[in-house]
């Protein structure tokens, strides 16, 4: 019986940890698309991993996810970001919702 607890819960566990790595690399594929910075797509598939972890913590919240990406954009990367420039707003909303649709699709999915 403990034998199949035991299997029973890595196998939990596994399951748990791979839908974690697929959000992640998920959301790595957004921001390396996004490029805020220009580097390029090879330099770009690394570039913003780092900020994953901070984003996932405002995944849940539209509003503070996307004052998560305000700040990761003028605080951490240096870039110039008006959001009452419309442009800015919107092209940042778009990068939001992508990530929170990524979020939610794979996070919906149910445990086998």
Same mark, same amino acid.
């Given at each position: 019986?403990?034998?199949?607890?035991?299997?029973?819960?890595?196998?939990?566990? %596994?399951?748990?940890? *791979?839908?974690?790595?697929?959000?992640?690399?998920?959301?790595?594929? /957004? =921001?390396?698309?996004?490029?805020? +910075?220009?580097?390029?797509?090879?330099?770009?598939?690394?570039?913003?991993?780092?900020?994953?972890?901070?984003? %996932?913590?405002?995944? *849940?919240?539209?509003?503070?996810?996307?004052?998560?990406?305000?700040? /990761? =954009?003028?605080?951490?990367?240096? +870039?110039?970001?008006?959001?009452?420039?419309?442009?800015?707003?919107?092209?940042?909303?778009?990068?939001?919702?992508?990530?929170?649709?990524?979020?939610?699709?794979?996070?919906?999915?149910?445990?086998?």
């Amino acid at each position: 019986m403990l034998l199949v607890l035991q299997m029973d819960w890595a196998k939990d566990f %596994l399951y748990h940890l *791979n839908k974690m790595k697929t959000t992640f690399e998920n959301i790595n594929k /957004i =921001l390396a698309e996004w490029d805020p +910075i220009s580097v390029g797509e090879t330099i770009a598939a690394d570039e913003y991993r780092g900020y994953i972890p901070t984003i %996932l913590q405002s995944v *849940n919240d539209k509003e503070q996810l996307m004052n998560c990406l305000e700040s /990761i =954009l003028v605080d951490q990367i240096g +870039i110039d970001y008006n959001p009452a420039n419309k442009e800015h707003f919107n092209d940042l909303q778009q990068i939001c919702e992508k990530i929170i649709q990524v979020y939610n699709n794979t996070n919906a999915l149910s445990c086998p």
